[in-house]
């Protein structure tokens, strides 16, 4: 690891992935004042008081716009990282997220709700970006043995963003009816020291060899990221990789979704992304206060105990860092999702005991924390790890924007979803997510292979076995068995390197 890697990650990281789990939960503190401000401001025009029902209505809108432009910023994935190049996308992202941060910051002198509700969406298509890109670009500047280190890296910083506006959200801070605009303003500081300094790093090398055809340009920048000018063995395997992909060009979404020989790879991403938003990570935060004042915590206090369980799920994923390398990422995922379905299990039984058994309610509390755990180790930050490590260059892009839009649509289901959920289910809801942490169990013990450790280029030949495609040596070319009629191959020859 040298200084030069290790900026890159943390000012990517810090820039991007801080600010979308900054904007997750930095307007759960402040609602109340934030309600206030909007059925002033409706007063102040109208000269009568909101309507409940259209108050509501606006909060809603107001949360769920979130992760509404976070699916608007995953499709802009594929055609921004491929013209622009991964350093280029996050500095035009950076836009997105100061622009939102004046908008939101001036919002109470405006005497204006609706620009919050747009600021919201604008802040959503950041994240949308930012939680493909900064994995993407993260992935493809890291060597092999320190891939999934560095590719935990982004979700770390999400989870010290949570922890951070929970606790600038404190009653004692800025979680005051004085102090909401200026909580909200904040998120664009970030954003402009990303601007300044990440321009003086260096690009994808990736990008530069493989998208760019500059060669030249990509030894330049990864000599600068290992610290070492002999960089031969990696310049030849990224050529080996621009060989394989030469017939191909680049992956669209519908060329992607539509080729057998990346079908597990597409089938994967997708099922691990609808696993992490599905598996209940939101329902789990939305009892957590309940839980919490059911085994006695008091009310005013239960804030503290919020912001503390924040503080595990940042440690937790810290963890995940140090241990991914050695345990690999299917032990992670195994393990995460195992605790999860558990812990989901246990805290059904919990729920619907405390009233008759007393220590029912510590039970739910142990549960909670355990959940965090597991979702911290495994469910959280290595599926993205795997979508840069299961596809080559050409499709990485392709493969973000679908992952990405699942994440959001899922992230957008769940909070439509589960009150309803809530409301007719109770604690029985926990079964559902219960259920869907086993499908996710199955699908990976079965399917998903190990990246530990591997270039792009073996893995790639690990899931061609599992696609049924041939590797054929003499032509270095990777076939789709079936063919069209009149003899040809499918729609694409998907390529690989002599073995």
């Known amino acids: 690891m040298t200084l030069l890697l290790a900026l890159v990650a943390l000012i990517s990281a810090f820039g991007s992935s801080f600010q979308y789990g900054y904007n997750v939960s930095v307007i759960n503190s402040p609602a109340p004042y934030m309600q206030d401000f909007y059925n002033q401001t409706y007063f102040n025009r109208t000269g009568k008081p909101m309507d409940s029902g259209f108050q509501t209505f606006l909060w809603s809108l107001t949360v769920s716009m979130f992760p509404l432009g976070g699916l608007f910023g995953s499709l802009m994935v594929w055609p921004m990282v491929n013209n622009c190049g991964r350093k280029g996308t996050l500095l035009i992202n950076n836009l997105f997220s100061i622009t939102a941060a004046i908008l939101m910051g001036t919002s109470e002198l405006a005497k204006t709700f609706e620009v919050i509700i747009l600021s919201r969406v604008i802040m959503g298509i950041y994240a949308g ?91 330049q920048a990864l000599q600068k990221l290992r610290g070492w000018d002999d960089v031969d063995d990696e310049m030849e395997e990224m050529r080996q990789e621009d060989r394989s992909e030469k017939e191909e060009g680049q992956f669209s979404v519908l060329s992607l979704c539509t080729f057998r020989g990346l079908r597990w790879q597409l089938i994967s991403i997708i099922v691990m992304m609808m696993g992490q938003q599905l598996s209940g990570v939101n329902a789990v935060f939305y009892y957590a206060d309940r839980i919490f004042q059911s085994a006695g915590v008091d009310p005013n206090n239960v804030q503290y105990v919020t912001v503390s369980i924040g503080a595990i799920n940042v440690v937790m994923t810290l963890l995940a860092v140090f241990i991914v390398e050695s345990l690999g990422r299917r ?93 007719g289910l109770g604690p029985y809801s926990f079964l559902i997510f219960c259920a869907i942490c086993l499908a996710t169990i199955v699908y990976i013990f079965f399917i998903v292979p190990e990246t530990k450790n591997k270039t792009f280029m073996e893995i790639n030949r690990i899931m061609a076995k599992r696609n049924k495609v041939e590797i054929q040596d003499d032509k270095e070319e990777l076939k789709d068995f079936n063919t069209v009629p009149g003899g040809q191959t499918g729609k694409k020859e998907f390529s690989s390197v002599e073995l």
């Open 129 to 219: 970006l930012a939680s493909n890109v900064v994995p993407m670009f993260l992935g493809e500047i890291s060597p092999k043995n320190l891939r999934g280190a560095i590719g935990v890296v982004p979700q770390l910083f999400i989870t010290i963003g949570i922890l951070v506006a929970q606790i600038f959200g404190l009653d004692s801070i800025l979680g005051t009816a004085e102090g909401w605009p200026i909580l909200l303003g904040l998120t664009g500081i970030p954003s402009l020291i990303q601007l300044l300094i990440l321009p003086f790093f260096p690009e994808s090398p990736r990008y530069l060899l493989i998208q760019k055809g500059n060669e030249e340009q990509a030894r």
């Open 331 to 423: 032990i992670l995922l195994l393990a995460g999702f195992g605790l999860c379905c558990v812990s989901c299990a246990v805290l059904t039984l919990a729920l619907n005991l405390q009233t008759t058994v007393s220590w029912m309610s510590y039970l739910s509390i142990v549960c909670v924390i355990a959940y965090i755990i597991g979702h911290a180790i495994g469910a959280s930050p290595i599926p993205f790890v795997m979508i840069t490590e299961m596809f080559l260059q050409s499709s990485r892009p392709a493969a973000f924007m679908v992952g990405g839009s699942v994440h959001w649509i899922c992230n957008f289901t769940v909070g439509l979803v589960f009150l309803y959920m809530e409301a």
